[in-house]
């Protein structure tokens, strides 16, 4: 399973990014995605996963903010990031999880300015 992240960038607080992850290499409705983060310093931490069922679950530091997405016929999951702080910048990676097999993507990196 490949799995290529795409959409980071520099933006201004308050501002707004999506990004993207493209999945291939496998059947994708079976799997939960999910958008983990890490910023320098710091452990990578799960910001939300969907799972097959389109159920979703966030880390209370984006709730209200951020807003995961898929799309099974393109193979595709987002997250939409709006009202962005300079917290949330790090490196944001994709992952794709099904029973004990877990795939990553390449990360993008989100720099929130203030």
């Known amino acids: 399973v490949q799995l290529q992240a795409s959409g980071g960038g520099l933006v201004q607080a308050g501002g707004s990014l999506r990004l993207s992850c493209a999945v291939s290499?496998?059947?994708?409705?079976?799997?939960?995605m999910a958008w983990y983060r890490q910023a320098p310093g710091k452990l990578r931490e799960l910001v939300a996963l969907?799972?097959?069922?389109?159920?979703?679950s966030y880390a209370d530091s984006v709730k209200g903010r951020f807003t995961i997405s898929r799309d099974n016929a393109k193979n595709m999951v987002y997250l939409q990031m709006n009202s962005l702080k300079p917290e949330d910048t790090a490196v944001y990676y994709c992952?794709?999880?099904?029973?004990?097999?877990?795939?990553w993507g390449q990360g993008t990196l989100v720099t929130v300015s203030s």
């Open positions: 992952n794709a999880r099904l029973g004990e097999r877990s795939y």
């Open positions: 290499g496998s059947i994708f409705r079976p799997y939960i």
């Open positions: 969907i799972t097959s069922a389109d159920n979703t």
